[in-house]
């Protein structure tokens, strides 16, 4: 969404709140998606109800409903304004794109390795987090999976479009089926070596073995040496084309497992901020940034996703001018000079009880084990709440322009 557009929607929920004689929280209560909602275009299911879980719990973290007012009304002990502001967002980042696909390859050791078309751009995607998933699937130890090459067209399927949100998903999808795949041959193998159905069969920490006893059991490198030529499994993501979603993993909506589905993640953000109505300045307070991760494959870019969100915010809010010839479409903010970004002398950063960023695992319907792509939904939302929150605090006509710099708001109160 363009960040004036997030702003101006914003601006148009608040004012219905408003004139309904509702706090923003309230309207956000009565039009957020319900259990039984599904797509209005195609009538797919959805898979998440995840914003109105981030709602809540960014509500509750900011206590919201107990320091909530009417715009300009309240005015803190050091004469400057309060304010508050929270939003919610349904977004469709994240999901599974059409035709990407992975290649595993079992060595004669018994581990792994893998080749995947997209690049590493995304760390928590490729290197990491795919080789979770393939270890997972396998039954092997994380380490004994490698990514051997990425971004080769010579040597991996299609890896799709580069963009980055989809890997999770997609190409997750794709190792996620390569590897099953391979379990498959392994375990028709193993099945017959221990003289029971493949489905008595599962498989951890490097050992395929019978579920009701087991002491029955191989190895993978066992099987890889004494199996009769390679194993190498093929997988590709599947979304049908135009779906912004993918096949379901888990029953949702009373619709069965393979079935077109729509994927939506939530994500969540609340500010609380002190404007001083004489030099323009805002002080934040507080705040909270909550965003509905799926299920975590790689911890510490999951935490890199959410935390830097708030940068996002903070910059958009109150230093990225962001121009463009009308004409030309051409870039006129062409360096950091013009745009410059925070620092950690500009950002609040997690204190106690204080100014924090949540990962919900909310376990999506589509994604591999549940996984999906955080990066952009953790960016795009999050400012419109400061900047609602400077407006609760100001009261009077609503700023939508960006940047909010101490002039802006002096210029908006009439002493500049």
Same mark, same amino acid.
């Given at each position: 969404?363009?960040?004036?557009? @997030?702003?101006?929607?914003?601006?148009?929920?608040?004012?219905?709140?408003?004139?309904?004689?509702?706090?923003?929280?309230?309207?956000?209560?009565?039009?957020?998606?319900?259990?039984?909602?599904?797509?209005?275009?195609?009538?797919?299911?959805?898979?998440?109800?995840?914003?109105?879980?981030?709602?809540?719990?960014?509500?509750?973290?900011?206590?919201?409903?107990?320091?909530?007012?009417?715009?300009?009304?309240?005015?803190?002990?050091?004469?400057?304004?309060?304010?508050?502001?929270?939003?919610? $967002?349904?977004?469709?980042?994240?999901?599974?794109?059409?035709?990407?696909?992975?290649?595993?390859?079992?060595?004669?050791?018994?581990?792994?390795?893998?080749?995947?078309?997209?690049?590493?751009?995304?760390?928590?995607?490729?290197?990491?987090?795919?080789?979770?998933?393939?270890?997972?699937?396998?039954?092997?130890? &994380?380490?004994?999976?490698?990514?051997?090459?990425?971004?080769?067209?010579?040597?991996?399927?299609?890896?799709?479009?580069?963009?980055?949100?989809?890997?999770?998903?997609?190409?997750?999808?794709?190792?996620?089926?390569?590897?099953?795949?391979?379990?498959?041959?392994?375990?028709? &193998?193993?099945?017959?070596?221990?003289?029971?159905?493949?489905?008595?069969?599962?498989?951890?920490?490097?050992?395929?073995?019978?579920?009701?006893?087991?002491?029955?059991?191989?190895?993978? @490198?066992?099987?890889?040496?004494?199996?009769?030529?390679?194993?190498?499994?093929?997988?590709?993501?599947?979304?049908?084309?135009?779906?912004?979603?993918?096949?379901?993993?888990?029953?949702?909506?009373?619709?069965?497992?393979?079935?077109?589905?729509?994927?939506?993640?939530?994500?969540?953000?609340?500010?609380?901020?002190?404007?001083?109505?004489?030099?323009?300045?805002?002080?934040?307070?507080?705040?909270?940034?909550?965003?509905?991760?799926?299920?975590?494959?790689? $911890?510490?870019?999951?935490?890199?996703?959410?935390?830097?969100?708030?940068?996002?915010?903070?910059?958009?809010?109150?230093?990225?001018?962001?121009?463009?010839?009308?004409?030309?479409?051409?870039?006129? $903010?062409?360096?950091?000079?013009?745009?410059?970004?925070?620092?950690?002398?500009?950002?609040?950063?997690?204190?106690?009880?204080?100014?924090?960023?949540?990962?919900?695992?909310?376990?999506?319907?589509?994604?591999?084990?549940?996984?999906?792509?955080?990066?952009?939904?953790?960016?795009?939302?999050?400012?419109?709440?400061?900047?609602?929150?400077?407006?609760?605090?100001?009261?009077?006509?609503?700023?939508?322009?960006?940047?909010?710099?101490?002039?802006?708001?002096?210029? $908006?109160?009439?002493?500049?």
């Amino acid at each position: 969404m363009h960040p004036e557009a @997030s702003v101006t929607l914003e601006i148009a929920v608040h004012t219905m709140a408003m004139e309904l004689g509702m706090t923003p929280l309230e309207f956000y209560r009565k039009n957020l998606v319900t259990d039984d909602t599904k797509n209005q275009d195609n009538d797919r299911a959805m898979t998440s109800r995840s914003p109105r879980v981030c709602l809540e719990r960014a509500a509750s973290y900011i206590g919201y409903e107990s320091k909530y007012h009417a715009p300009g009304a309240r005015t803190l002990s050091d004469g400057r304004m309060h304010g508050i502001g929270i939003i919610t $967002h349904n977004d469709r980042h994240g999901n599974t794109s059409e035709g990407r696909g992975v290649v595993v390859y079992m060595n004669s050791d018994g581990t792994a390795n893998f080749v995947t078309g997209q690049s590493n751009n995304q760390v928590g995607c490729n290197s990491v987090g795919l080789a979770v998933i393939v270890a997972e699937a396998l039954g092997l130890p &994380f380490e004994a999976v490698v990514c051997s090459s990425y971004g080769t067209a010579d040597q991996a399927p299609d890896g799709g479009s580069q963009a980055g949100s989809r890997g999770a998903s997609s190409n997750g999808t794709a190792a996620l089926n390569a590897a099953l795949d391979i379990r498959e041959q392994m375990f028709a &193998f193993v099945a017959g070596e221990l003289e029971v159905s493949a489905d008595d069969l599962d498989a951890r920490d490097g050992v395929i073995f019978v579920k009701t006893d087991p002491s029955k059991f191989m190895t993978h @490198s066992d099987v890889m040496s004494d199996i009769d030529g390679p194993i190498i499994g093929f997988g590709r993501s599947h979304a049908e084309r135009g779906a912004i979603g993918g096949g379901l993993r888990k029953p949702t909506q009373g619709e069965e497992v393979g079935y077109d589905a729509y994927h939506r993640e939530g994500v969540a953000a609340a500010y609380e901020v002190a404007v001083d109505t004489e030099t323009g300045e805002v002080e934040i307070l507080d705040w909270i940034h909550v965003l509905d991760v799926g299920r975590i494959l790689d $911890h510490y870019s999951a935490e890199g996703q959410r935390v830097s969100g708030m940068w996002v915010h903070y910059n958009k809010t109150f230093l990225w001018d962001v121009k463009y010839d009308p004409q030309t479409g051409t870039e006129l $903010h062409q360096t950091h000079v013009e745009n410059k970004t925070a620092t950690h002398m500009d950002i609040p950063e997690p204190n106690g009880d204080k100014n924090t960023a949540e990962a919900l695992e909310l376990i999506d319907a589509i994604g591999p084990f549940g996984a999906h792509g955080i990066g952009e939904p953790s960016a795009p939302p999050g400012y419109s709440a400061l900047i609602m929150a400077i407006n609760n605090a100001l009261g009077g006509e609503m700023i939508k322009t960006r940047p909010v710099t101490p002039m802006v708001i002096l210029k $908006h109160l009439g002493k500049a």
